[in-house]
């Protein structure tokens, strides 16, 4: 009976102890009152907020805040029961909305908002921006021109704020005017037919931006013409060959630029091919390429990548070399092959190919072996460490003209 009536009375004062409330201390603010009734400004004005009061202000703290970002100010000035605030420079100078707070302790006392409007009054200021800063011509292409005025403090100016544009190209002077809109203005000036510089600039209140420009470059090549020239028409092998093309134009007759490649393909009478490039100056591409060594007929066309061709010209090419002799000596395992005579009788240049097919006496083949002429002769030896004697069928071939011999290789 005594421990139940313990366990009661610990369960009375647990819930009496759960029930009590510390008391709430509530803090009494001061009674203060706006005295400043200006909220809107000029971005640079000297901005100051005082207030009135009677009560202590030792704890009176002003917060601003706006999009330069946020700071706790003391009072400037403390006179009899008014006290000021100064809103620094770096927060009066940027344009929009200014919010305050007069805060005591942590407490806030009263708020606010202060308006402060672009300083259009004093010296704009322009940052332009133009590009791409090259185009091609024709009537699709186009750079874009982008103003942003601001005012001295680098505030962006009000919509609809008037901007004069200017371009020119050649002697042809354009002028326009544009507003601005989300704080900035923008025109697309337009590419012309002729290739050349486009100068563009702006002017806001009287404050002009730095000239910008674009260079209109010639639109894509069309089809051309070509020719081709050497000093003779003998396969020596030794002798330059000239392509050259006509001056190369877009579609509106500009020339085109300096340097565009152009490859020039040659297909002889075996189908095979070869090539040579050349980048034109002055609208004109010419190529250079050595002539074959033996009779060939070429014929030759010109391409610009993905824009335009030129015709088929053709070249032929005779004989230089008609004939060549050829001895034997040692066993037949020396030859001396040549001289060989271009079409004047004179030695033809060194490096003239010569390559010999050797087969055995039933036509199988064996090997090859190959050499260049040098002052218009060559040799080959066929040594009896790799060829035993023997008969064997052997096939000359030089400057397109083909040999065959049967013989018999013997002796060392």
């Known amino acids: 009976m005594y421990i139940r009536i313990v366990i009661i009375l610990c369960v ?55 999009a330069y970002g946020s700071t706790l100010l003391t009072p400037k000035t403390i006179n009899e029961n008014k006290i000021n605030f100064l809103v620094p420079k770096n927060y009066s100078r940027l344009a929009g909305p200014c919010r305050w707070q007069l805060l005591h302790d942590t407490e806030i006392v009263l708020k606010g908002v202060i308006n402060i ?13 133009f590009g791409p800063r090259s185009i091609s011509a024709g009537p699709i292409d186009f750079s874009m021109l982008t103003v942003a005025p601001t005012d001295i403090y680098d505030n962006p100016l009000n919509d609809g704020t008037e901007v004069t544009v200017k371009y020119q190209f050649q002697e042809k002077i354009n002028e326009l005017k544009i507003t601005t809109k989300s704080f900035f203005a923008w025109y697309n000036v337009n590419s012309t037919t002729k290739s050349g510089r486009i100068l563009v600039t702006s002017e806001c ?34 002798q330059i060959i000239t392509f050259k093309s006509d001056i190369i134009r877009d579609q509106f007759g500009n020339i085109v630029s300096n340097g ?31 002539h074959p060594d033996k009779a060939s007929k070429w014929e030759i066309q010109a391409f ?103 013989i018999n290789i013997h002796g060392n």
């Not at 409007?117 to 322009?126: A, F, G, R, S, V």
């Not at 003239?352 to 040799?379: H, M, P, R, W």
């Open 12 to 66: 009375l004062l647990a819930s009496c102890s759960s029930n009590e409330k510390e008391p709430v201390i509530k803090t009494v603010l001061p009674d203060v009152m706006l005295e400043s009734k200006k909220i809107d400004f000029i971005a640079g004005d000297s901005i100051s907020i005082t207030f009135k009061t009677d009560s202590s202000f030792e704890k009176l703290k002003l917060q601003v805040k706006n």
């Open 304 to 406: 610009i990548t993905g824009a335009a061709e030129s015709n088929t010209t053709n070249f032929d090419f005779k004989p230089a070399i008609h004939d060549y002799p050829v001895l034997f000596s040692k066993g037949n395992r020396n030859i001396d092959i040549g001289p060989f005579e271009s079409f004047m009788k004179q030695l033809i240049p060194d490096g003239l190919l010569v390559q010999l097919d050797i087969y055995d006496a039933d036509g199988k083949f064996i090997q090859s072996e190959k050499t260049t002429t040098k002052n218009g002769i060559c040799n080959i030896f066929l040594g009896a460490h790799y060829l035993p004697e023997g008969n064997y069928i052997l096939k000359l071939q030089a400057a397109g003209i083909k040999k065959e011999f049967r």
């Open 205 to 238: 209140n009287s404050t002009t931006s730095k000239e910008l420009a674009t260079i209109v470059f010639p639109a894509n090549a069309t089809d051309f013409s070509i020719n081709a020239t050497s000093a003779h028409n003998f396969a020596d092998g030794n």
């Open 117 to 129: 409007t672009t300083n259009d009054i004093h010296q704009t200021h322009i940052e332009s921006y």
């Open 260 to 290: 565009t490649l152009v490859t020039f393909v040659i297909k002889n009478e075996n189908d095979a091919y070869l090539y040579t490039i050349g980048t034109t100056l002055n609208g004109i591409a010419e190529a250079k390429t050595l």
